[in-house]
């Protein structure tokens, strides 16, 4: 079998990544029709607001969010890990990007939910963007 790396440095059988593709194929549908449905909630005034700790923990619309910046970059995803529940907030990001899970040390690539531990664990990750402050699409 030929294998090749991700952006998480991880090395997986093609066979697999193809099987990975057509997952996210079929929920890209599906996101795309939920994307219609959700709307964009303002969190902070600034990152100093927000940032009392990083990453940041917080809540909208009743879903708990955290937000983490890497390189400058803001990114907002489910703060509960997929693998086991831990609080991401509670974790740290590495330094490739991707958030770290205190639990159990699964990382998550920020800017699109990959599990870069190697197992079919997907992060729930959120638009964000600073516009005359700091807004999360819910």
């Given at each position: 079998?030929?294998?090749?790396?991700?952006?998480?440095?991880?090395?997986?059988?093609?066979?697999?990544?193809?099987?990975?593709?057509?997952?996210?194929?079929?929920?890209s549908i599906q996101i795309r029709i939920?994307?219609?449905?959700?709307?964009w909630y303002k969190v902070a005034e600034?990152?100093?607001?927000?940032?009392?700790?990083?990453?940041?923990?917080?809540?909208?619309?009743?879903?708990?969010?955290?937000?983490?910046?890497?390189?400058?970059?803001?990114?907002?995803?489910?703060?509960?890990?997929?693998?086991?529940?831990?609080?991401?907030?509670?974790?740290?990001?590495?330094?490739?990007?991707?958030?770290?899970?205190?639990?159990?040390?699964?990382?998550?690539?920020?800017?699109?939910?990959?599990?870069?531990?190697?197992?079919?664990?997907?992060?729930?990750?959120?638009p964000i963007k600073e516009d005359d402050?700091?807004?999360?699409?819910?």
């Amino acid at each position: 079998l030929r294998h090749a790396k991700n952006e998480c440095g991880y090395v997986a059988p093609n066979h697999i990544k193809q099987r990975a593709r057509n997952v996210q194929g079929a929920l890209s549908i599906q996101i795309r029709i939920f994307l219609l449905m959700e709307q964009w909630y303002k969190v902070a005034e600034s990152r100093a607001e927000l940032f009392q700790q990083h990453p940041a923990a917080l809540q909208v619309k009743g879903k708990h969010l955290c937000i983490a910046v890497h390189n400058d970059v803001l990114f907002a995803f489910n703060d509960k890990c997929p693998h086991a529940g831990g609080k991401l907030s509670a974790g740290y990001v590495d330094a490739l990007g991707n958030i770290v899970c205190p639990l159990h040390r699964y990382k998550f690539t920020m800017k699109n939910g990959y599990n870069c531990s190697g197992a079919g664990y997907f992060l729930k990750t959120y638009p964000i963007k600073e516009d005359d402050g700091i807004w999360v699409q819910v």
